[in-house]
T-cell receptor, first 114, second 116 residues
Framework: KAGVTQTPRYLIKTRGQQVTLSCSPI?????VSWYQQTPGQGLQFLFE???????NKGNFPGRFSGRQFSNSRSEMNVSTLELGDSALYLC?????????????FGPGTRLTVT | AQSVSQHNHHVILSEAASLELGCNYS??????LFWYVQYPGQHLQLLLK??????LVKGIKGFEAEFIKSKFSFNLRKPSVQWSDTAEYFC??????????????FGAGTRLAVHP
């Protein structure tokens, strides 16, 4: 079974621009969560989508948004990029939203904002 | 609010040495606890998890962790490390009733270097 895939793997953007990152979950998984990983703040939860609905949201400004499509693929968008948005963005998928299910992480998208 | 504290940011060991990585969490209710590992250049992957029952849980690659509720701790152990255990280790918690099983709060991570 193919793992979680994220595209693109690397991205360089300029301050003020916007960016869209994509995540394809493992086949059959309906939950997709996004995390931001930085050297200073570590791994921080951004949001989770299940069946096209946002179920949870972390403490990030409104510039960070996401959505999930009917095939469970998810995108996250960051508008008006700031230098501090440079990070590794990880996507994780799970079959469901209970403790019976494990989250599987993708390789991440490395975003550099200049 | 939930939080996770990992005591050591960097650990250096020789092969065959024993390993214990500390993890303490802060949450007033029942928790699910996890240890994830990130090998160089690879994805985060689950080492082990605790939801309920026996507080001593065994994971992959000979790792185990013990949940001590009174100490709010979930320390990771391995009796004899190998060079291939060189990686970054993350403790994570999910507080039940906090808003979702897939919302993990991670510690800052511990970088383990094992020398042959």
């Amino acid at each position: 079974k193919a793992g979680v895939t994220q595209t693109p793997r690397y991205l360089i953007k300029t301050r003020g621009q916007q960016v869209t990152l994509s995540c394809s979950p493992i086949s059959g998984h309906r939950s997709v969560s996004w995390y931001q990983q930085t050297p200073g703040q570590g791994l921080q939860f951004l949001f989770e989508y299940f069946s096209e609905t946002q179920r949870n949201k972390g403490n990030f400004p409104g510039r960070f948004s996401g959505r999930q499509f009917s095939n469970s693929r998810s995108e996250m968008n960051v508008s008006t990029l700031e230098l501090g948005d440079s990070a590794l963005y990880l996507c994780a998928s799970s079959f469901g939203t209970s403790d019976a299910y494990e989250q599987y992480f993708g390789p991440g998208t490395r975003l550099t904002v200049t | 609010a939930q939080s996770v504290s990992q005591h050591n940011h960097h650990v250096i060991l020789s092969e065959a040495a024993s390993l214990e990585l500390g993890c303490n969490y802060s949450y007033g209710g029942t928790v699910n606890l996890f240890w994830y590992v990130q090998y160089p250049g690879q994805h985060l992957q689950l080492l082990l998890k605790y939801f309920s029952g026996d507080p001593l849980v065994k994971g992959i690659k000979g790792f185990e962790a013990e949940f001590i509720k009174s100490k709010f701790s979930f320390n990771l152990r391995k009796p004899s490390v190998q060079w291939s255990d060189t990686a970054e280790y993350f403790c994570a918690v999910n507080g039940r009733g906090s808003g979702g099983y897939n919302k993990l709060i991670f510690g800052a991570g511990t970088r383990l270097a094992v020398h042959p």
